[in-house]
């Protein structure tokens, strides 16, 4: 009996080793950033601070960086657009890691559908998305009560940073029981839509608001977004184009009511009408 509690110890400590070993690999030289789903985001974390001398930057959502992939556009226009799931809180921080490293420019282009300002990190997805890559003591300083008390709300965020969940696809199964009174604009959107204007003041750039195509089958749902929430933004000239450049196609050129099947047949018009 003695013999096989003896064997039995032996047996988990190995098991135990073997499991970490992926984890720790992958964890060398940041190996998991290229393999984990959502890679874009920790692709644009890295672009984020990298010194530049292009004057010209795009934040956006996954159809932003359809149209605009981070991986090739670096020159003209320095595209970091990645997914909406990190929310604007996200965004806001690659906008800040650009402008920390020292970076000076003169334009924000920020493409997005109208749905993605409605995340208040309240998605399935914020666990793997939002707070792997930025729950962490770089970013936490700056993050607000709000954003703080989203988290708090979302299953063992404290442990998003251990090397087995860090490393995986694994996220918690999610469902907020927040009951959302906005219709577009939610509070972490705008707390800091605001902080990304500020910046846009403090360093004298131009921010304009860019839509993606959107299908035909959306367009009820956005005719009753609430215009009124914009005005507790200092967005409203901002948003106002950006409600004036809606553009509707058909459903057939969607893979699923967002995402283009074709998305390269609209970048060239897209340079051409908004990103100069």
Not at 9 to 37: H, N, S, W
């Amino acid at each position: 009996m003695k013999k096989f509690i003896i064997n039995s110890i032996y047996f988990l400590l190995i098991l135990a080793l073997i499991v970490q070993i992926r984890p720790l690999y992958l964890l060398y030289k940041d190996k998991y950033k290229e393999t984990v789903t959502g890679s874009e985001i920790y692709y644009s974390i890295f672009k984020s601070k990298q010194k530049k001398k292009v004057k010209k930057i795009l934040l956006g959502d996954s159809v932003g960086n359809q149209l605009f992939s981070n991986k090739h556009n670096n020159d003209t226009v320095n595209s970091m657009a990645c997914n909406q799931s990190i929310g604007m809180v996200g965004q806001y921080l690659l906008l800040n890691n650009y402008l920390a490293a020292g970076n000076e420019i003169d334009t924000v282009y920020m493409l997005f559908s109208p749905f993605s300002f409605k995340n208040n990190l309240d998605q399935v997805y914020t666990y793997h998305y939002f707070l792997k890559p930025f729950y962490n003591d770089e970013y936490i300083p700056l993050f607000t009560e709000t954003v703080t008390q989203q988290i708090h709300k979302v299953p063992y965020y404290q442990f998003c940073r251990i090397p087995l969940i860090l490393t995986s696809n694994w996220a918690p199964e999610f469902e907020s029981k927040d009951k959302h009174d906005f219709t577009f604009l939610s509070p972490v959107s705008i707390e800091y839509l605001q902080k990304i204007k500020d910046l846009s003041v403090k360093h004298d750039f131009k921010l304009v608001l860019v839509p993606p195509p959107l299908s035909f089958s959306k367009k009820t749902e956005i005719e009753k977004i609430n215009k009124a929430e914009i005005n507790k933004t200092t967005m409203v000239s901002e948003f106002e184009n950006y409600f004036s450049n809606f553009s509707y196609i058909a459903d057939s050129n969607f893979s699923d009511g967002t995402h283009l099947w074709k998305p390269d047949e609209y970048t060239a018009s897209y340079r051409i009408k908004f990103i100069r």
